[in-house]
């Protein structure tokens, strides 16, 4: 029974019958037809409870709002007859700072503890939405956003929000990145490349993103130049024969012969 249907019981409990024929309305039951013989109102709302107490079950996925944030656990809100509790140093794992008032997953790990809460996980529930999102960013090519956490051999590692994943070096940028150690705390989007969900294996890949990126900034400018356009750009390499001139995201080469109406040594 939802809390709105009670309080609307308890509501119309004082009415007069009278007042009720008069609205058009048929009479309150009796006590005899409200319980059954022999029920109490005490047993009647034990018997309401245990059915609330059937609605969660063990490994089911929710929402639920944060109420506070102590050093051991953190107290949630998941609209159930006594609030849940996380081991607080499961919010760690998200990509954001997780304050008093957010609404986060949860998964329910124990209905009935000692201390009267429901045991609750935010990493287990936080896992399952991320590997689906990763499965989504492969199958669709959607970028995926992490922070990096460390370098480790060969790359760099990646939380994605409970999940980790890896990015080779030779992936983390258009030309080759010398300082990897530098990259350490950095959010990055990156592109999902290969997936073996069974061994927890997710390879990134960041400089696929940007190739991406620079082939639709290329093909843009190109569709706004034409013969005789005038355009700025700045010089970035010299050759015997000219230069090569960066004309916004695009190289142009200005042969030598072009440079200057003047003999160029």
Do not use: C
């Not at 009267?116 to 896992?127: C, D, H, I, M």
Request: glycine share 8%; net charge negative; charged share 30%.
């Amino acid at each position: 029974m939802s809390e709105e249907a009670i309080t609307m019981d308890v509501n119309n409990m004082d009415q007069p019958v009278t007042d009720a024929h008069s609205a058009g309305m048929p009479p309150a039951p009796s006590d005899s037809e409200a319980t059954a013989p022999g029920e109490s109102f005490g047993e009647l709302l034990g018997s309401l409870e245990e059915q609330t107490t059937t609605t969660l079950t063990i490994g089911q996925r929710l929402t639920g709002k944060v109420l506070a944030i102590n050093e051991d656990v953190t107290l949630v809100d998941i609209g159930y007859k006594t609030e849940g509790v996380i081991p607080t140093e499961e919010l760690q794992i998200s990509l954001k700072e997780i304050t008093i008032g957010d609404e986060i997953p949860v998964v329910v790990k124990q209905l009935e503890s000692p201390d009267g809460y429901v045991k609750l996980s935010y990493a287990e529930a936080q896992r399952k939405l991320v590997w689906e999102a990763i499965d989504r960013a492969l199958k669709t090519g959607t970028p995926i956003r992490g922070r990096i956490t460390e370098r480790i051999k060969g790359g760099l590692r990646v939380n994605l929000g409970g999940v980790d994943a890896f990015l080779p070096a030779s992936q983390v940028d258009l030309r080759q990145v010398r300082n990897l150690e530098a990259w350490k705390g950095r959010e990055i989007e990156a592109k999902v490349i290969k997936v073996n969900r069974r061994q927890n294996n997710i390879v990134l890949s960041r400089r696929v993103l940007l190739e991406e990126e620079e082939a639709r900034r290329r093909a843009e400018i190109l569709s706004q130049l034409d013969e005789g356009y005038i355009v700025e750009g700045r010089i970035k390499s010299l050759a015997d024969y000219g230069a090569f001139v960066d004309i916004g995201g695009i190289d142009g080469l200005l042969h030598i012969t072009d440079i200057s109406w003047k003999k160029i040594a």
